[in-house]
């Protein structure tokens, strides 16, 4: 397969080095070479004559024209190529006739597929959205006596798509990508957008409610505990409620009691426990 030929010059080198431009004669024995010999030579003087067309064509669809944009440079001139593969000599149409339409398609391609780190449609109706909105809503006079409904019943007219279509339009390809990190505020304290989006995760009510019922838990089982002998409220507290808790035996230890005799008091501080919460009416706590 024969290595595709791409000019790395920038616009600015492009203009320096201008190729001169072919005659009909000249323009159709190139065609033929690269169409029925595979003349390599012949292609590439062919796509170098139209340099001037990519770069013109090119800096249409660039935002700041003083500024090149190599990456665009080279997609022109891969629509630029596909154009002499396709070309017909023996039609009768100048090869930047038929040429302009392969670079103008490849050009746009590149902005749309550029425009948004998110993937979008790049259907007939979706490219005609994108090139095309912004340029027939500021066409459109203002009128005061028309209201929004039928303006945009206007404008979905004249792109040849649903109204219902035209909000979800302007949500695609009506402002490129915005930074998440971009702060909100002025100055260096701003708050970056990221921390203004809702969290789908959190449910504010819900966690009020438990933050409520922890409460009165807590204050129930404090209430509770102190009915507990001195002992049997410390075992329970040091081996089950504190985190991490003390092991039977380091509790023996500290008491100068058997590991089993911890674990006696401890199942019966429980016990007494379950019962005293049992008798107050709409307890919450539930002990193991």
Not at 60 to 73: E, I, N, S
Request: net charge positive; with cysteine; hydrophobic share 40%.
């Amino acid at each position: 397969m024969n290595k595709p030929y791409i000019p790395t010059t920038t616009a600015s080198e492009a203009v320096r080095a201008r190729p001169a431009l072919l005659s009909e004669v000249e323009e159709r024995r190139l065609a033929r070479a690269w169409r029925d010999k595979g003349d390599i030579e012949a292609r590439n003087r062919l796509v170098t004559a139209f340099t001037p067309l990519v770069m013109s064509m090119t800096q249409r669809f660039t935002k700041t024209r003083a500024q090149d944009d190599p990456d665009m440079m080279q997609h022109a001139f891969l629509g630029l190529m596909r154009a002499a593969d396709g070309f017909d000599p023996e039609r009768g149409v100048r090869f930047s006739t038929y040429a302009a339409w392969w670079v103008r398609a490849e050009l746009q391609d590149y902005r749309m597929a550029n425009w948004s780190l998110v993937r979008r449609g790049r259907s007939a109706k979706a490219r005609k959205a994108f090139f095309r909105l912004g340029p027939v809503e500021a066409s459109l006079p203002h009128d005061p006596a028309q209201t929004a409904e039928d303006r945009d019943i206007r404008i979905a007219q004249l792109l040849g798509v649903a109204p219902r279509e035209l909000d979800g339009m302007r949500r695609q390809f009506g402002a490129a990508d915005s930074s998440l990190n971009r702060l909100t505020g002025e100055g260096e304290g701003g708050t970056q957008a990221v921390d203004l989006l809702p969290d789908p995760n959190c449910d504010v009510e819900a966690e009020v409610a438990a933050r409520h019922d922890l409460a009165v838990i807590r204050k129930a089982l404090g209430r509770h505990l102190h009915r507990l002998p001195d002992r049997e409220r410390d075992i329970v507290i040091a081996n089950v409620m504190q985190d991490p808790p003390k092991t039977l035996q380091d509790l023996g230890e500290t008491y100068g009691i058997s590991r089993e005799r911890v674990r006696q008091l401890r199942e019966r501080g429980l016990e007494r426990l379950r019962e005293s919460l049992g008798q107050e009416e709409g307890a919450l706590v539930t002990l193991p």
